[in-house]
């Protein structure tokens, strides 16, 4: 892969943000972003445990969803302040995905302030995600092509960022906003997965209080290198052609792929994961073949 570093400030104003940033559809790194925050000392996993510890709540592990269940299945469940006592004292896996906290720590939200840069925030899904220090993310875009910004908490965190033009490189799946599932963004096999080596992306390190405007549908992947937690503020896109390509995606593409995943589960997946590798194959013919 080739990796670049992002731009990084310390701080931007809203205009330079939308010239550079937004309307380039360009990734930014904006450091110590949420200490400008009057309660942001409440931003840690130990003010979330005392809070919301005896809330339930999903986890998922770094495995590729079983293929007999819905894609977005849990692997178990576990106490909040369980959970968070589990990655802090070992090498976990288990993270929490999409903690909505307007339904599950409202309380929360009165501890920051939507950012003056411009974008028109859907302020009904402020969402956390959390992560022990083995915990990964698949590689992949978010089905309903919004932008972010995505503000990190506690530990270490790293992640790569692809926009749309490389996704013959990636091995995407086909009806999917992921990859194929055996490729390792850690440790990258480029004899199995040759196209890989000319994807060309972002390589960001984040650490606490850090945030980072992710275009809509950029490809990230997100690996926890500390026990640690991020908040996700979005704004759906508010261009006709993309939001029209967002209803596909949300309504057509993901209900045909989990139609077929019901119907023909493992045979389906493999079908795709195939697929997959035969179209970014044939894509790195032709441009090996153009460079030539």
């Known amino acids: 892969m080739i ?17 550079n940033y937004f309307k380039k559809h360009k990734p930014l790194l904006i450091k ?16 979330i445990r005392e809070k919301a510890g005896d ?39 288990l993270r929490i995905f999409f903690y909505i906290i307007t339904d599950r720590l409202p309380e929360l939200l009165k501890n920051f302030a939507y950012p003056d840069l411009g974008m028109k925030f859907f302020k009904r899904l402020p969402t956390l995600f959390f992560g022990g220090s083995e915990a990964h993310v698949l590689m992949h875009y978010d089905v309903d092509l919004g932008d972010f910004l995505h503000i990190h908490f506690e530990g270490k965190k790293r992640i ?46 984040m650490e606490h209080g850090d945030a980072l405007f992710i275009p809509g549908a950029f490809w990230h992947f997100n690996r926890y290198l500390e026990p640690g937690f991020s908040l996700s503020l979005r704004a ?6 993309v939001f029209a390509s967002m209803l596909y995606h949300v309504f057509i593409m993901r209900y045909t792929d989990k139609l077929l995943r019901k119907m023909f589960k493992a045979k389906w997946v493999n079908y795709k994961q195939k697929w997959a590798y035969e179209k970014s194959s044939k894509a790195l013919k032709k441009y090996v073949k153009n460079k030539q």
């Open 236 to 241: 759906l896109p508010n261009k006709p052609k």
């Open 32 to 47: 110590n972003f949420a200490s400008r925050w009057d309660a942001y000392d409440k931003w840690n996993l130990a003010y």
């Open 55 to 93: 809330q339930e709540v999903p986890l998922y592990d770094n495995k590729p969803a079983d293929a007999s269940k819905s894609s977005d299945a849990p692997v178990t469940h576990m106490k909040m302040k369980e959970y968070i006592d589990t990655i802090k004292s070992k090498p976990s896996d």
């Open 160 to 205: 790569l960022l692809f926009d749309q033009k490389q996704s013959p490189f990636l091995y995407k799946v086909p009806l999917s906003v992921h990859t194929i599932y055996d490729v390792d963004f850690e440790n990258p096999d480029y004899e199995k997965f040759p196209a890989l080596q000319y994807a060309k992306g972002y390589e960001i390190f």
């Open 3 to 19: 990796l670049e570093n992002v731009d990084v400030v310390h701080d931007i104003r809203k205009e330079d943000f939308q010239k």
